[in-house]
């Protein structure tokens, strides 16, 4: 496990974020005893979870666009990592996207609290779950096995999306929203189809 903890934390992106989460938490900690800090720390990670989810099904496995930047942003984001599922650098989200995309709920929760350790613990929850997320997405694609049986499962899911089809199963650290809206089905019944992402256009 050793050389894959090493191998996670060594990488430029994961760097980043962990240098950001640790300075959001010094930010926040001496208002530890405020309850609104905790509550803006659990709306950040929650507005992850449910971005995670909704980034990776109509984003991420959109129809290729034709406009060439785009689509390489794209190819990069995730449709090469269809392809290559395995490659280490295609398993981490880039600061250049990660960065930006926070930016913009990091206005909005400045907007409506008007108060900078509040939108600092927002974003710190936004940071954690990313961290979160990173973590579960490199296990599900390195020869790790999970501690915790939900570890192992939601591994196999996630493999599910990647060797079974890609139209099922978007969440990668929690199945909540796929049930919810209709993503997630039992593996047994669903036809193997050959991955858009794969194939450089929608199956």
Request: net charge positive; glycine share 6%; charged share 15%.
């Amino acid at each position: 496990m050793r050389p894959y903890i090493k191998e996670f934390f060594t990488h430029v992106d994961i760097c980043v974020m962990c240098v950001l989460l640790v300075a959001g938490w010094t930010v926040i900690l001496p208002h530890a005893n405020e309850g609104t800090i905790w509550l803006a720390l659990v709306i950040g990670m929650a507005g992850y979870a449910l971005s995670e989810y909704m980034i990776h099904r109509f984003l991420f496995h959109m129809k290729p666009p034709k406009h060439p930047l785009l689509l390489a942003m794209l190819r990069r984001l995730h449709y090469d990592h269809h392809i290559y599922p395995n490659e280490l650098h295609l398993l981490f989200l880039p600061v250049w996207y990660s960065l930006p995309v926070m930016a913009g709920p990091a206005l909005i929760a400045y907007g409506v609290t008007r108060d900078t350790v509040l939108t600092i613990a927002f974003v710190t929850g936004v940071i954690s779950f990313l961290l979160y997320y990173e973590w579960t997405h490199f296990v599900a694609h390195r020869p790790i096995k999970p501690i915790t049986p939900w570890g192992r499962w939601m591994k196999k899911v996630h493999l599910w999306h990647h060797y079974k089809s890609e139209h099922y199963w978007y969440g990668v650290t929690n199945p909540l929203f796929d049930v919810m809206l209709g993503t997630f089905r039992d593996e047994q019944q669903v036809e193997k189809k050959r991955n858009g992402a794969q194939s450089g256009r929608k199956s």
